[in-house]
């Protein structure tokens, strides 16, 4: 292992976390709900209950990057795959989430806050299958 | 006010995640590339969040419902199954292919990439059928 010391950004990630531990900690203390976003998303997809307050929580995500673009431009968005990796993704993602009941988000820093046993078992799961998945692409298959 | 204070959050979620990086794809894969380049600024990302998120979170356990009378809906479910488990390995080999997650895949959905709806639209499939599997299952 070798840190990749030009693209490692201390503060600016130290910045945007404590901006998304905050509107998780805004989100439970005034609306009462974990801010997942996988489990959001499934939860206005299968008309669950109180679907107010989570569409309003998903829209002002959704709505960040014009807001952002009103006083600046854009970080860097480097995508790299083809469509074909992209659905793939996509649909692992989708599937796997709603099983597994969450995401980066709901299990990585809301369930972890919490001290969630399940979410902390969630978390070393994805975490590990996600190192393994780019081992395997870019050192394995070299792709 | 709720639901005013409930679309404040999500703004803030997402400029947290713009500025911190995880929502550039490319970075992502950079911090699970462990055995390339390594980058290990989302792990400050997700320290700061709970560094954050620890002490509100830890009150919410001890509520019935919110500071704005809304019921508290922490999840209560403890055990450890196959599901969460295989749901957590699927959704990991997904997140490693392509470097996005649901919370960043909304955040840049609407900044004009065909990949980004490409990727939205096959997660929200996924989901669909996970919830008419569900169905099945009664």
Redesign the interface.
Known sequence: MSIDWYNFTPWSALAGGALIGLAASLFVVINGRVAGISGLLGSLLERGEGRGEKALFLLGVLLAPLLWQLFSSLPEIQIDNGWLALTVAGLLVGIGTRYGAGCTSGHGVCGLSRLSPRSLAATLTFMAAGFATVFVLRHLLGG | M??????????????????????????V??F???????????A???????????L??????W?R????G??????V????DR?????????????????????P???????G?W??L??????????????ALERQRG
């Open positions: 709720r639901k005013l204070l409930a679309f404040l959050a999500g703004v803030i979620f997402g400029i947290g995640l713009l500025s911190a990086g995880m929502a550039n794809p490319a970075k894969l950079g699970l590339d462990l055995a390339g380049a390594w980058d290990p600024s989302l400050l990302v997700m320290a700061a969040a709970i560094g954050v998120a620890f509100p979170f830890s009150w919410a356990r509520q419902s919110s500071l704005l809304a019921p508290m809906q922490l999840p479910k403890r055990e450890l599901r969460l488990i295989g749901g957590s390995l699927l959704f990991g080999i997904g997140w490693g292919i392509a470097g996005i997650c649901p919370g895949a909304v955040a840049i959905l609407l900044t990439r990949q980004v490409l990727f939205v639209a096959a997660m929200l499939v996924g989901m669909v059928v996970f919830a």
